[in-house]
């Protein structure tokens, strides 16, 4: 399967955006989906979880109460949406698999959040 993120760009601190991310195959709405982000010089982190029916979500503390994720399985399509941006989230945006399966690393999409 892959994956093809979307809805990346340049934003001032306190914007918002919302990503999407969008799966090739059949499959996709039978997995749990995560999203994922590189930081320059960082490794990459997990965000947040959403299971494969999309009733359960998890969202990591460092973001939680910003971040939330969604999908529409009958568009094969994953959503984060990211208020209050800040700086620091500036990266690059994947989404995978939960947990994340190696082969399946997209191109990701930029965010870059500066006055």
């Known amino acids: 399967e892959q994956f093809v993120e979307s809805g990346g760009n340049l934003v001032q601190p306190g914007r918002s955006l919302n990503l999407s991310c969008t799966g090739s195959?059949?499959?996709?709405?039978?997995?749990?989906m995560g999203w994922y982000r590189q930081a320059p010089g960082s490794e990459r982190d997990f965000l947040a979880a959403i299971s494969w029916h999309g009733v359960t979500t998890f969202i990591r503390e460092a973001v939680r109460g910003r971040f939330t994720i969604s999908r529409d399985n009958a568009k094969n399509t994953v959503y984060l949406q990211m208020n209050d941006l800040k700086s620091e989230d500036t990266a690059v945006y994947y989404c995978n698999h939960y947990p994340a399966s190696r082969d399946y690393w997209g191109q990701g999409t930029q965010v870059t959040v500066s006055s």
């Open positions: 195959g059949d499959i996709f709405k039978r997995f749990d």
